[in-house]
């Protein structure tokens, strides 16, 4: 098998959790991240302003065979949807790759990260921020 | 009907080529000034690579492929990228090199992007794409252009696609049901134009178009240069003034205008 490439960078053109972040910055934090963790950043991808779209996510994840895995900017650009989130959990881990995120440090390698990412998303849902 | 028009004839030409191609190419306003940029590139490859300077850059970035592997490539195009824009006669230059076709499509008070991206793309190198996107959909402005510039000849896959405009709307309404950009690229592929642009001219585009890359399948390695220009005062999205934006030109009329403060102190 052909050597894999590093760790595809992933940030976004919409809010999250209310806020904006310059996409210059996502990409200084998730290149610090990187660097902090010893992995092997590349250039990364923005996904569309479009509410809903994730079609570059989807490209990222069609190209996992040929990475280590994905570094987003934040756990909170992952879909709302559960169930597509598992799918995307499934297809990081089964193609023997790894999700990170950079602003909450968090990183997905097994199944048994799974529930405690979930548990931060479901809270994140229901708390209310003063 | 009058017989003066606002523009003139040369103008209105450049205008409707824009409308309706999505694109217009032209020679460079500052030939000299596009040289100078070439030449800098590849002596900022030359010191990445140790090798010594030169006196054929085209040859040099053309066949850059020759002297570096593609897990070097981001670090030689780093290198250039940041050495091309710490020079401070570098932006000005650029701006240069597509003046009157900027200042007739987009106007002559303009911002522009802070840094002039860099793209390098070696024969049969799949690690630096750029999928099927239009800039507007990752949070620029509608009324933004980008100023396209090679600094080797460019054709086929050597070069850019784009998406010609009587295509687009349809292709975007026919997006929200497919899955990843690489569909997208299937789906637009057959009506999708590679634009050839030699050396010595420049390409400003209309970036709500789809367009990107495909791996370069042609003898020599792609160099080029992008950057965003606007009005100043057209609408911003999410690459905002100050952070990604810097005014180039703001004329003394508008300065007045922004300080200009009524009278004030009435009771009455």
Request: aromatic share 8%.
């Amino acid at each position: 098998m052909a050597e894999r490439a590093g760790h595809r960078g992933y940030i976004g053109a919409r809010p999250l959790n209310g806020s904006r972040t310059p996409q210059h910055v996502q990409n200084i934090v998730i290149r610090d991240y990187a660097r902090r963790k010893n992995l092997h950043y590349l250039l990364s991808a923005a996904e569309h302003t479009m509410p809903g779209s994730y079609m570059v996510l989807e490209d990222i994840l069609d190209e996992l065979p040929r990475l280590r895995g994905l570094i987003l900017y934040s756990i909170f650009m992952l879909p709302p949807d559960e169930a597509r989130r598992r799918k995307i959990y499934d297809r990081v881990l089964s193609e023997g790759c790894d999700l990170h995120a950079a602003v909450e440090e968090i990183t997905l390698s097994s199944r048994d990260n799974i529930q405690a990412v979930e548990d931060i998303l479901l809270v994140n849902k229901f708390a209310t921020i003063l | 009907m009058t017989d003066t028009a606002f523009l003139e004839a040369d103008e209105q030409a450049l205008a409707q080529r824009f409308i309706d191609d999505g694109f217009v190419t032209t020679p460079a306003d500052d030939r000299a000034g596009l040289d100078r940029i070439q030449r800098r590139a590849a002596e900022l490859a030359a010191d990445f690579l140790k090798l010594p300077h030169g006196n054929d850059p085209y040859a040099m970035l053309d066949t850059i492929h020759t002297r570096v592997s593609v897990d070097d490539l981001n670090g030689l195009r780093l290198h250039v990228f940041n050495g091309l824009n710490a020079e401070p006669w570098f932006r000005p230059t650029y701006f240069r090199l597509a003046r009157s076709t900027i200042e007739t499509i987009v106007g002559n008070e303009l911002c522009m992007q802070r840094r002039v991206n860099l793209s390098i793309q070696l024969p049969g190198d799949d690690s630096s794409l750029l999928a099927t996107h239009s800039d507007v959909w990752s949070g620029d402005s509608p009324f933004e252009v980008v100023v396209w510039v090679p600094l080797v000849d460019v054709h086929r896959t050597k070069s850019m696609y784009l998406l010609p405009p009587s295509l687009n709307g349809d292709m975007q309404d026919r997006m929200a049901s497919l899955r990843s950009a690489e569909e997208l690229y299937q789906t637009i592929k057959p009506h999708a134009t590679f634009i050839e642009i030699p050396y010595g001219h420049v390409m400003l585009f209309n970036q709500t178009l789809m367009h990107g890359n495909r791996v370069n399948e042609e003898a020599g390695s792609r160099w080029s240069m992008n950057c965003r220009f606007k009005s100043i005062m057209s609408p911003y999205a999410d690459k905002r003034f100050g952070e990604f934006f810097e005014p180039i030109l703001l004329r003394p009329a508008t300065r007045v205008g922004m300080q200009y403060k009524l009278p004030g102190g009435f009771h009455g």
